[in-house]
């Protein structure tokens, strides 16, 4: 359908980008951000992965990890 099939990798990484610069503006809160594929620029692709943010600081990256009851889900 798309002749450039990694469009859905830069959206996908400009939704994450959009989500930590919203996270950086709850210094107070915990905010998740579930994805389909991250790439985090040090290994392999994570699937299934979920960003963990605190206080405006990423504190866990991975594939299932558990998502505080407090967080604010996107």
Excluded: C, Q
Aim: aromatic fraction near 4%.
């Amino acid at each position: 359908m798309f002749k450039n099939a990694n469009w859905s990798g830069r959206l996908a990484s400009a939704a994450i980008g959009a989500g930590l610069l919203a996270a950086s503006t709850l210094s107070a809160d915990v905010v998740a951000l579930k994805a389909g594929t991250l790439h985090t620029g040090t290994g392999a692709p994570i699937e299934n992965g979920i960003v963990i943010i605190e206080d405006g600081t990423i504190i866990a990256v991975g594939p299932g990890i558990p998502i505080p009851g407090d967080a604010t889900v996107y």
